[in-house]
């Protein structure tokens, strides 16, 4: 069992920037990949950005070049630096993970989301 909780949303400006983190608990945190998504007023659920357990990341085109995940292996975190923010940018922020198991055994987690507001 993982749980996942969300911080740092808040209320910024247009070319603001925030930082959000996500602490894990309940598992081997290093083993698995680890996945920001963002659900706006009236849209769909999307992936923001996304890090490997071996470091690797990517990003959604709309947040390339502004925004930056991370992960610290020895504190369980994973952290999104959003920076440049826009408008619409606005949406609820959610911490994702799918951890593999073996045999088969896949299970999703998603932490609660944090608000992120960009507005003046």
């Known amino acids: 069992q993982v749980q996942l909780a969300e911080s740092g949303g808040g209320l910024v400006q247009p070319g603001g920037s925030l930082r959000l983190a996500c602490a894990a608990s309940g598992s081997t945190f290093s083993a698995y990949d680890m996945h920001w998504y963002r659900q706006g007023p009236g849209k769909q659920r999307e992936l923001v950005a996304a890090?490997?357990?071996?470091?690797?990341?990517n990003y959604a085109d709309s947040v390339k070049g502004r925004f930056t995940i991370a992960r610290d292996n020895a504190k369980n975190t994973v952290s999104l630096q959003m920076n440049s923010l826009k408008p619409e940018d606005t949406a609820s922020y959610y911490c994702?993970?799918?951890?593999?198991?073996?045999?088969?055994?896949?299970?999703?987690?998603w932490g609660q989301g944090t608000q992120v507001t960009v507005s003046s």
């Open positions: 890090i490997t357990r071996g470091g690797s990341t």
């Open positions: 994702y993970a799918l951890i593999d198991y073996g045999l088969g055994i896949k299970r999703e987690y």
